[in-house]
């Protein structure tokens, strides 16, 4: 299928908040609690619309597990968009959320749009972390926030969609590389669509 | 580029002879032998066989049957082979294929040797090699109704043939000079290893090779601690050069570039010699115009990526030993003398190696290939065995069992763990009917096997993927303590793929890349081009085991497989490399970079078709034969680690 951008997406984030869930939740609209563990990474992807042009979301779904770290940095390389998980049931996973950022940082591109996710959100009763907290975390970094549920489904479709949608606006505005962005067979949409070496004028983070 | 191919070949003594010979027996289609074919019918037929089988690929499902024929005209004794007419085993071997090896009119005076192969289980083949065209080989001629005696025999009162003393099944035809440094000569390997070829005063090395594996499993921890004075005075290309030879027996048209292909023939200049030397080759030996004319023109265009060697993967190779039926429990029973010991673990394991073991029977063999029990137990002492390490399980269990919640409440790493190993056993093959549902039992038992594991080596603890491992021996033991022994001897061999810094694992990804450098130098070139030379995309593969790469039942018949260490203990890195190779052409062909690559591999998953991988990493083992164990670090896993003593060292500041 053709598409006018391909974006490279990565999900990180401790062992089982519940990564894998989110993605098959978004590609395959249902919630499947016994799927494997993930090792390594796992693939999946979905064309979304945005702004009338068709874009190809190709998501990498990694291990959380610590010791594979050295491995799963190597995925960052080319990501357009980040999905940092925890999971609002566990602090130990929030409490993580800092080094995560630090890898991030250090192995993507600095212009990757992060979304911070706090994830089983259908367990409130269980609620280790407040939304507030969250929200004051994605703050103070600049992050993009949302609490969701992969099991209920609640802000699944949005966390991937607005993430991809801040990408977009990037490209519009020209603060975006061609990092973890691939041109489709639909042609360039806007005028600095794309182009490459602009990275160094966005600078910093972005929001 | 031209001159220098031309060049290159004149320079090679036995090119010269065969090209003044162009009219051999191996050109089988061409003018002067149709005539000589014609004349063969007045022959007299001394021997006539039926059902003398031809397998043109590593299928075993895929043959060529016909009939073998040995005629008399004068002193002269000829060979025939004629594949049937209109009956195929399988709709893709086309009448082309039978036309090509099909076998006129070959005269005895250009055979160098033939070689008998017995395999334990299987029919005979000979193996024919001729003296014309480089040494080459025959594709193996199965006798599907027995006979090779009676083919040998017949030979032999018609011209002179003898028995190598090196080797038993080794027969030279009119040939009293050492045979190996004519066949070594006649190869005329490329590049460094040519330069290595023995000098002729060295011994044949023409031993069965069914039988080195058996001594290299012996002998391997030793040997590899003995890599460096091992190198300095091992040549390889002796062995190696009968090995592809024989071993691979290439068909005809393609063996010489495939054995440089083997030889790691400098290929990373693509177009060049290697493609020049295959028109050369494809011109001098193929028995049609047509075919010679087809392939001159399909190589160079089909593949516009330097150093074509993709041509590799389409060769017709018969390539490892045909897979055999699995062990079942009669057979099981010869291999018990009366009291129950292993009389021959070798020949057990060789048979499994080849076979594999029939389901309900490897609750019982797992146990051995594990090393639960040791070969030369006897019923007796098993029975005995189970009762001490089932009450020595009992009480490493206990030691968690016993933590109060108060205690736990102060004991944070065991918390995390239990915590974690909660988490993964709701999440192994929870679609296996085994271990589907809730409160499933068998659940409750891997949690229970893991957490006491992480007690008896606490320094290791639980690591993902160790779920992973434990699943299918839980699945085939069903026993909890004998499940948790099993486990435990695996993991002797399969820890360090768990340690936190990732050692084990990064051992064998260097490993395989110079397993790769060595076998595919192509391949390896593209990688290092690439960033792909650290391959974290066979990190899966090797750290449980290619668990997630094939159904259920297949990982139980290539663990199986893997933990008979028959022709290595690192087969597993040749199914690595025989995967990436069975897809090099899509990998090169494509330009896949790294993040392409790695989503392709796992993709791959569910498509690999085991039987012929394994034949391919068989082969792959054996050709790279001493150089391949020399690129394995000492210790490298499965290999058992080198000295005891904190090998599980964890870094405290996690978990
Ligand atoms: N109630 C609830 N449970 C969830 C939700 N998302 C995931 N889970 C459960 O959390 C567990 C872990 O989910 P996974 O998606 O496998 O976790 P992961 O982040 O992919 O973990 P790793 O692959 O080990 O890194 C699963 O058993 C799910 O059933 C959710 O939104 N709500
Ligand atoms: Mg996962």
């Given at each position: ?207 | ?54 397998h043109?690929?590593?299928?075993a499902a ?54 008998r192969h017995t395999p334990t289980i299987g029919w005979q083949y ?16 199965y006798f599907y109704s027995g006979?090779v ?20 099944n ?38 069965n090779l069914e039988d080195k594996y058996t001594s290299?499993d012996g ?101 490892g030993q045909p897979r055999q039926r699995p062990l079942g429990l009669q057979e099981w029973s010869t291999f018990l003398d009366s009291e129950g010991r292993i009389v021959d673990p070798n020949a057990l394991k060789k048979r499994i190696f080849y076979g594999g073991v029939e389901h309900n029977l490897r609750k019982k063999v797992w146990t051995f290939l594990l090393g639960y029990y040791s070969y030369d137990s006897t019923y007796a002492e098993r029975e005995?065995?189970v ?85 299918p021996i839980?699945f085939i033991m069903k026993d909890?303590?004998e499940?948790?022994?099993c486990?435990?001897s ?62 259920y039942e297949k990982t139980l018949r290539l663990w199986e497989v893997l933990w008979t260490h028959y022709p290595s203990?690192?087969l ?38 085991l039987d012929p991988?394994l034949r391919?990493a068989e ?37």
């Open positions: 299928m053709s598409y006018a951008y391909l974006f490279k997406y990565i999900i990180i984030g401790d062992t089982g908040v519940g990564k894998s869930c989110l993605l098959l939740q978004f590609t395959d609209k249902r919630f499947q609690p016994v799927h494997d563990l993930t090792i390594g990474v796992e693939f999946g992807a979905r064309m979304i619309t945005i702004d009338n042009k068709p874009i190809k979301l190709q998501i990498w779904d990694t291990a959380g597990q610590e010791s594979f770290r050295s491995i799963t940095r190597s995925y960052y390389r080319g990501a357009a968009g980040a999905l940092l998980v925890y999971d609002i049931t566990r602090r130990e996973t929030f409490n993580h959320l800092a080094s995560w950022l630090e890898d991030a940082r250090q192995h993507a591109n600095a212009n990757m749009t992060i979304m911070l996710i706090g994830n089983k959100c259908d367990l409130a009763h269980r609620r280790a972390v407040s939304t507030e907290e969250g929200e004051q975390f994605a703050k103070e970094h600049g992050l993009i926030f949302m609490e969701a549920s992969a099991k209920t489904a609640q802000n699944v479709e949005e966390a991937f969609i607005n993430t991809a949608g801040t990408i977009y606006k990037k490209i519009q505005d020209g603060v975006f590389d061609s990092f973890g962005i691939k041109v489709g067979y639909g042609g360039i949409p806007g005028p600095s669509g794309g182009r490459d070496g602009s990275t160094s004028q966005a600078g910093g983070c972005c929001s | 580029m031209h001159e220098s191919d031309i060049h290159d070949l004149s320079d090679d003594a036995d090119y010269a002879v065969a090209s003044k010979q162009g009219s051999s027996s191996m050109t089988r289609a061409d003018d002067s032998k149709r005539s000589s074919y014609s004349d063969l019918e007045d022959a007299e037929i001394v021997y006539l066989k039926d059902n003398v089988t031809i043109p690929t590593q299928y895929e043959r060529i049957s016909g009939r073998l024929k040995l005629l008399k005209q004068g002193s002269s004794l000829f060979m025939t082979w004629m594949p049937y007419t209109g009956q195929s085993s399988n709709a893709r071997l086309s009448g082309r294929d039978k036309n090509l090896y099909t076998i006129r009119a070959l005269s005895f005076s250009d055979i160098q040797s033939i070689r000979v193996i024919v090699v001729s003296s014309v065209c480089a040494g080459l080989a025959f594709p193996p001629l006979g005696r009676e083919f040998l025999a017949t030979i032999k009162q018609h011209v002179l043939i003898v028995r190598s003393s090196e080797d038993a080794l027969f030279l035809v009119n040939n009293f000079q050492d045979p190996l440094q004519k066949t070594l000569s006649s190869l005329a390997l490329p590049g460094s290893l040519a330069n290595r070829t023995p000098s002729s005063s060295s011994s044949p090395s023409y031993g290299a002998h391997l921890s030793s040997m590899q601690q003995n890599n460096k004075q091992r190198q300095k005075s091992h040549d390889p290309a002796r062995d190696i050069s009968i090995q592809v030879l024989e071993k691979f027996s290439l068909v005809t048209r393609f063996a010489r570039e495939t054995t440089s292909q083997l030889f790691r023939e400098s290929l990373v200049d693509g177009h060049g010699p290697n493609e020049k030397r295959r028109t050369n080759w494809a011109s001098k030996e193929h028995q049609s115009q047509e075919m010679t004319s087809n392939d001159v023109e399909i190589v160079p265009k089909k593949v516009p990526v330097p150093s074509d060697p993709l041509e590799f993967d389409k060769l017709s190779l018969v390539w005995y065995a009762l001490v390490k089932k009450s020595e399980y009992e009480t490493i269990k206990n030691q968690w069992q016993s933590i109060s919640p108060e205690q736990a409440k102060r004991f944070t790493k065991f918390k995390e763990r239990k915590g974690l190993i909660d988490k993964d056993v709701v999440r192994t093959d929870r679609s296996l009917p085994f271990y589907e549902g809730d409160d499933n039992p068998n659940v409750r038992l891997m949690h229970d096997i893991l957490l006491t594991y992480s007690f008896y080596n606490f320094d290791l603890g639980y690591c993902q993927g160790m779920s992973d491992l434990l699943s839980l909890e303590s499940a948790f022994w486990f435990v695996l993991l002797e061999r399969l820890g360090p793929n768990f340690n936190r810094d990732q050692s084990g694992m990064h051992s064998q990804l260097f490993a395989l890349s110079k397993l790769v450098e060595l076998l595919d130098s192509p391949l390896h070139n593209y990688f290092k081009q690439n960033d792909c030379l650290n391959y974290f995309f066979c990190f899966r593969w090797i750290l449980i085991q290619f668990k997630r790469e094939f159904e203990e690192h597993h890195l040749y199914v690595c490399i025989a995967i990436l190779k069975r897809h090099r052409a899509e990998i090169m062909g494509e330009q896949m970079d790294f993040d392409t690559l790695l989503k392709f591999i796992n993709e791959l998953s569910g498509q690999i078709d991988i391919d082969a792959l083992c054996v050709c790279a034969g001493e150089n391949g164990a020399a690129s394995i670090p000492p210790g490298t896993p499965p290999s058992l680690p080198i000295q005891d003593s904190s090998i599980y060292y964890q870094d405290d500041s996690l978990l």
